[in-house]
T-cell receptor, first 112, second 114 residues
Framework: DAGVIQSPRHEVTEMGQEVTLRCKPI?????LFWYRQTMMRGLELLIY????????DSGMPEDRFSAKMPNASFSTLKIQPSEPRDSAVYFC??????????FGPGTRLTVL | AQTVTQSQPEMSVQEAETVTLSCTYD???????LFWYKQPPSRQMILVIR????KQQNATENRFSVNFQKAAKSFSLKISDSQLGDTAMYFC???????????WGAGTKLIIKP
C-alpha cells in the first residue's frame, strides 16, 4: 500500500514568492495533519483536518499560511508571501480518526 | 498537561549490540497511546512501534520491543541486534485516545557504529 505522498520533496524559492506544498493521504484515512519541523522549535502541528474539514488551525503561524483539503485524497499548504524564516521541513501525516499518524517523506523548503 | 521526557540526548553502540532508549511521560489520563518514531538522516518520520495503555502486554515489532510500565509512566524502547540502518533520531510520543494531538519528546540521537 502506498504511504502518504508529498510533493515536492525539495523546494528552493526566493523571499516573497508563493509556495504550495501538496499531500495525498493514505487511502481510507479521514484525518490529515500538517506539521513543520525546525531545529529551534522541533515538530509543530500547523493544522488538523477531519473528514476534509479544518478542525484546529491554531498552529498556523500567521495569515501568510493557508491550507485546504478539497477532497479526501488531496491537501495543500500554501505560503504567500514566503519569508526566510519559513525555511523548514514540512510534513503531512494521515490517520483513521484519532488513531496512529503515518507521516509522509516531508518537503524541505528553503526560502532565500 | 501532558509532557514527554527523553533523558538521553545522544547514545552510541556497536553494531549487533542491544540498546535501550528511555522515555517517561506525565499524564492524569488512563486511556492513551504511546509511540516511538524514528527519523533517519533522510528526515522521514517512520513509525517504529505503538502501545495502547490498556494493554498489559508489551508491544514488539521484530527487533524492536518496548518495556511499558504504566504505573511508573515509563515507556522504553529496546533495539536488539542493532544495525547500521538503525542510526537515527528516535522520538517518543504520547496521545490521548479520542484526541489528535501528539505530545513529543525532545528525541534521542542514536548512532550505530560499525
Amino acid at each position: 500500500d502506498a504511504g502518504v505522498i508529498q510533493s515536492p520533496r525539495h523546494e528552493v524559492t526566493e523571499m516573497g514568492q508563493e509556495v504550495t506544498l501538496r499531500c495525498k493521504p493514505i487511502s481510507g484515512h479521514n484525518s490529515l495533519f500538517w506539521y513543520r519541523q525546525t531545529m529551534m522549535r522541533g515538530l509543530e502541528l500547523l493544522i488538523y483536518f477531519n473528514n476534509n474539514v479544518p478542525i484546529d488551525d491554531s498552529g498556523m503561524p500567521e495569515d501568510r499560511f493557508s491550507a485546504k483539503m478539497p477532497n479526501a485524497s488531496f491537501s495543500t499548504l500554501k505560503i504567500q508571501p514566503s519569508e526566510p524564516r519559513d525555511s523548514a521541513v514540512y510534513f503531512c501525516a494521515s490517520s483513521f480518526n484519532t488513531d496512529t499518524q503515518y507521516f509522509g517523506p516531508g518537503t524541505r523548503l528553503t526560502v532565500l | 498537561a501532558q509532557t514527554v521526557t527523553q533523558s538521553q540526548p545522544e547514545m552510541s553502540v556497536q553494531e549487533a549490540e542491544t540498546v535501550t532508549l528511555s522515555c517517561t511521560y506525565d499524564t492524569s489520563e488512563n486511556n492513551y497511546y504511546l509511540f516511538w518514531y524514528k527519523q533517519p538522516p533522510s528526515r522521514q518520520m517512520i513509525l517504529v512501534i505503538r502501545q495502547e495503555a490498556y494493554k498489559q502486554q508489551n508491544a514488539t515489532e521484530n527487533r524492536f520491543s518496548v518495556n511499558f510500565q504504566k504505573a511508573a509512566k515509563s515507556f522504553s524502547l529496546k533495539i536488539s541486534d542493532s544495525q547500521l540502518g538503525d542510526t537515527a533520531m528516535y522520538f517518543c510520543a504520547f496521545m490521548r485516545r479520542s484526541n489528535y494531538q501528539l505530545i513529543w519528546g525532545a528525541g534521542t540521537k542514536l548512532i550505530i557504529k560499525p
